[in-house]
């Protein structure tokens, strides 16, 4: 439809994209069921993030608004939204009465149709004013531009991003029919969008390139130390919360978890342990589970990782001295993670590979060459950082600029 000419709109609705997002962050789960983490005194130690699970899910946030006229007073109460699917792909959505001239909408065509329901001879569509023009976008015509933006609408903002949309589209009609298109200021913005879009486009392109199934199972077969896991049992022993006027004793305090140990070692349960430990230091929370479930390399803190993949099935290690308490674990099985299960993060990590390996071999078929009187001489610190604004690289062409994962305590 014509209306699509004005699609400079999708990058307005782009950077409010928040309208793909609902209120409640989401997280990325741990490859296998684990328990909640010690509660009351029990802090867990700091762990690096593996490489193990899939992508975390974005976070999410409600939609934030587009330019548009103000709305004054309270904003109304989200209705629920009805279900779309009886809504025929042809059927409009969104009809714009009055708005047929300018170069970014144009008039609907209706035939006039006859009583017996043949098409009059000559009937076009009425152009006598203003009243008879409109604007009519379909189903399809609204979810076709909306594919585009590759983010769902959660249903209680699919009226409101539809407003926003009709603001934004008044506008632009208005901005078409006064001739802005021509203004130069306008032009080039408009070559500016069309090189952000296109560098987009690109960047989507070489991540959505399909990895074949022989080079995810060769390095999965490359890889075996990454994709290691144990099943782990663990006992935490809190350290006693310090009395008024009196230090821990810390050598109680070791010998306590030492004796645990001793004891899980010897096959007594570690449920049994566990409450046991908690009411020796008088701890009045909830001890947490012991059963830790699979546990792959990069979900432990360091230092106890390295021994604990080391130890043999049933085997129990040494307390492990945190600032809260002593960590007990024990081995209970030991193995691989499958191929299914590892799938699709091997995929996305060789995708990511490909295209930075692509953006490496674009940026070296190209020399830049920069008027030093007019931009001044290169950075001469290495790895300074450009500011903000057009530039090279993945987040000049609309990728995100890599950063390190925080650090989580363990599950």
């Not at 149709?113 to 409109?134: E, L």
């Not at 983010?151 to 506008?171: S, T």
């Not at 050598?251 to 449920?271: M, P, T, W, Y």
Request: with cysteine.
């Amino acid at each position: 439809m014509a209306f699509l000419r004005g699609f400079l709109i999708l990058a307005i609705l782009v950077s409010a994209c928040a309208f793909a997002q609902v209120n409640t962050p989401v997280t990325s789960q741990p490859q296998t069921s684990q328990p909640p983490a010690p509660t009351q005194n029990a802090p867990q130690p700091s762990a690096s993030q593996s490489a193990s699970p899939a992508a975390p899910a974005p976070q999410t946030q409600p939609p934030a608004p587009t330019p548009g006229p103000p709305h004054e007073g309270p904003a109304p109460a989200m209705p629920s939204a009805p279900e779309p699917t009886n809504v025929p792909p042809n059927a409009p959505v969104i009809t714009l009465k009055g708005m047929c001239s300018g170069t970014a909408a144009k008039p609907a065509v209706a035939a006039t149709k006859t009583a017996a329901g043949a098409t009059a001879p000559g009937a076009t569509k009425s152009t006598a004013g203003a009243a008879d023009c409109k604007t009519v976008i379909t189903r399809a015509d609204w979810e076709r531009m909306l594919a585009v933006i590759n983010r769902p609408i959660p249903p209680q903002y699919r009226r409101q991003i539809a407003e926003q949309f009709v603001n934004l589209f008044e506008l632009s009609n208005a901005g078409a029919k006064a001739g802005l298109e021509k203004d130069p200021k306008v032009q080039e913005r408009l070559k500016l969008s069309r090189i952000q879009v296109l560098g987009n486009a690109y960047m989507e392109k070489m991540r959505d390139e399909p990895v074949s199934e022989s080079a995810i199972d060769a390095f999965y077969k490359a890889n075996a130390a990454q994709f290691e896991e144990v099943t782990l049992k663990r006992v935490y022993v809190p350290k006693p919360a310090p009395a008024e006027g009196k230090p821990v004793d810390d050598a109680a305090s070791k010998a306590l978890a030492q004796k645990i140990r001793d004891r899980a070692a010897a096959g007594e349960d570690f449920e049994k342990l566990q409450k046991e430990a908690y009411e020796t230091v008088s701890n009045k929370g909830t001890p947490p589970p012991t059963d830790l479930g699979a546990k792959r390399r990069g979900s432990l803190p360091p230092k106890h990782e390295e021994d604990v993949f080391k130890l043999k099935v049933g085997e129990v290690s040494p307390p492990y001295d945190e600032q809260s308490g002593f960590f007990i674990y024990k081995v209970e099985k030991k193995g691989e993670a499958s191929l299914d299960s590892v799938k699709p993060e091997i995929e996305k990590r060789l995708q990511e590979e490909k295209t930075k390996e692509a953006l490496a071999k674009l940026k070296d078929s190209i020399t830049p060459v920069f008027n030093e009187a007019y931009f001044g001489p290169a950075p001469s610190a290495a790895g300074a950082e450009p500011p903000a604004g057009p530039g090279r690289g993945p987040a000049a062409m609309g990728g995100e600029k890599p950063s390190a994962p925080p650090a989580q305590p363990p599950k």
